[in-house]
Structures are given as structure tokens and as C-alpha cells.
T-cell receptor
Framework: EAQVTQNPRYLITVTGKKLTVTCSQN?????MSWYRQDPGLGLRQIYY???????DKGDVPEGYKVSRKEKRNFPLILESPSPNQTSLYFC?????????????FGPGTRLTVT | AQSVTQPDIHITVSEGASLELRCNYS??????LFWYVQSPGQGLQLLLK??????LVQGIKGFEAEFKRSQSSFNLRKPSVHWSDAAEYFC?????????FGGGTRVLVKP
């Protein structure tokens, strides 16, 4: 089954404790992206990747890191989480290196930073 | 930079009634426009998209949207709403390699 998976689905952590949210897709997609969803703000793009070893900032990259060492994986790293990073996070992928294509979304990761 | 505005935060509609969700975008060139739906506790699913050509676009689940360049709008419509259409709907515009979403409209369906 074609899908985007994220782990963990739920995470509660404390300020300053490094964490990684994994994202994996099995569709051989080139483009991958991370979003955070906050009430009233919709989804805001954090980082995106056009292909392996090619990443770039979205609209809200502060406090986040990403890497793309393999085509299928695009982990999101919070090196020193803060309470304002409490949010619902979505990973997405699409077929080609172009935002024109439909993005396939993962189920989301709800992160709480206390 | 591009932006998207969805003026209605919440809409309540009776089952069987028509639905229209508004979307206004700001972008200097020809936009790529999308509507996504998010059911409770789920990820986002693409309803329809507009790239060029016919300004009336048909999507899944009986939805359609009309692109109006003069009004910078891309409103979503459905003639007859079903209870399963209760969800949050997001309009989005693509430019360069970035996708920008509106704040979303939550639709509640009354029996």
C-alpha cells in the first residue's frame, strides 16, 4: 500500500530534550516536506527536500533541522525543543521535484513540549 | 510572497443543502491552486487542483471549484452536502517549491 508513515504519532517531551520525528514514504517520491498545523494558522511549511541531499527552508524553519540521506526518509529534528513547538506535524511527499503535484500526507505527529 | 485567506473559520450547513467555501489568494504570477480536506484525526487528502485551462475544476466526492483570476479567488462548492463532509477544508497555493495554506474552514453538517 502506498503511504507516508510517521513515528511517533504522539510525543510528550520536556524543554531542551532533543527529539527526532521520522518520516518514510514507499512511493519513490522525490519531493518531501514537513508542515506544522496550528489552530487558525492552517499548515505552515517548515522544510522541504527536492531530492536526496537537497533541502531548503520553508516559511517557519527556526528551531528545526532536517536531513535527506535516503530518498524514502526525511526525519525532522528538534535539537532543543521549546513549548512554542507544541503542534501537530505532518510529513508529505509528492511524485516529482515540483510543488505542482499532489502531496500525500502522513497521519500526523502530535507533539507536546512542557 | 504568496498568501491564502479563507475568510470563514466555521460554516454550519444542513445535510442536503449546498456548500460554498471561499478562498482568496495573493500571488503575482499564475498560481497553482489546491483544495485539501482533513477529516477528524486524519491527514490531508487532495480534493482538486487547478493549474491552467478550464476555470471550473471537478474533484472527488462531488466537489468543484472555480478559479476567478479577476477576483483572485478559488471557491469550493458542493451542491448537496452529506454528513460525511463534516471536516476541515484547506485552500493552498503553490509557488516555486513552496506550498502555502490558508487557515482552514471547519464545516459542521446538521442533520
Amino acid at each position: 500500500e502506498a503511504q507516508v508513515t510517521q513515528n511517533p504519532r504522539y510525543l510528550i517531551t520536556v524543554t531542551g530534550k532533543k527529539l527526532t520525528v521520522t518520516c518514510s514514504q514507499n512511493m519513490n517520491h522525490e519531493y518531501m516536506s514537513w508542515y506544522r498545523q496550528d489552530p487558525g494558522l492552517g499548515l505552515r511549511q517548515i522544510y522541504y527536500s527536492m531530492n536526496v541531499e537537497v533541502t531548503d527552508k520553508g516559511d517557519v524553519p527556526e528551531g528545526y533541522k532536517v536531513s535527506r540521506k535516503e530518498k524514502r526518509n526525511f526525519p525532522l529534528i528538534l535539537e532543543s525543543p521549546s513549548p512554542n513547538q507544541t503542534s501537530l506535524y505532518f510529513c508529505a511527499s509528492s511524485f516529482a521535484s515540483g510543488i505542482r503535484y499532489e502531496q500525500y500526507f502522513g497521519p500526523g505527529t502530535r507533539l507536546t513540549v512542557t | 510572497a504568496q498568501s491564502v485567506t479563507q475568510p470563514d473559520i466555521h460554516i454550519t450547513v444542513s445535510e442536503g443543502a449546498s456548500l460554498e467555501l471561499r478562498c482568496n489568494y495573493s500571488y503575482g504570477a499564475t498560481p497553482y491552486l489546491f483544495w485539501y480536506v482533513q477529516s477528524p484525526g486524519q491527514g490531508l487528502q487532495l480534493l482538486l487542483k487547478y493549474f491552467s485551462g478550464d476555470t471550473l475544476v471537478q474533484g472527488i466526492k462531488g466537489f468543484e471549484a472555480e478559479f476567478k483570476r479577476s477576483q483572485s479567488s478559488f471557491n469550493l462548492r458542493k451542491p448537496s452536502v452529506h454528513w460525511s463532509d463534516a471536516a476541515e477544508y484547506f485552500c493552498a497555493v503553490a509557488a516555486g517549491n513552496k506550498l502555502t495554506f490558508g487557515g482552514g474552514t471547519r464545516v459542521l453538517v446538521k442533520p
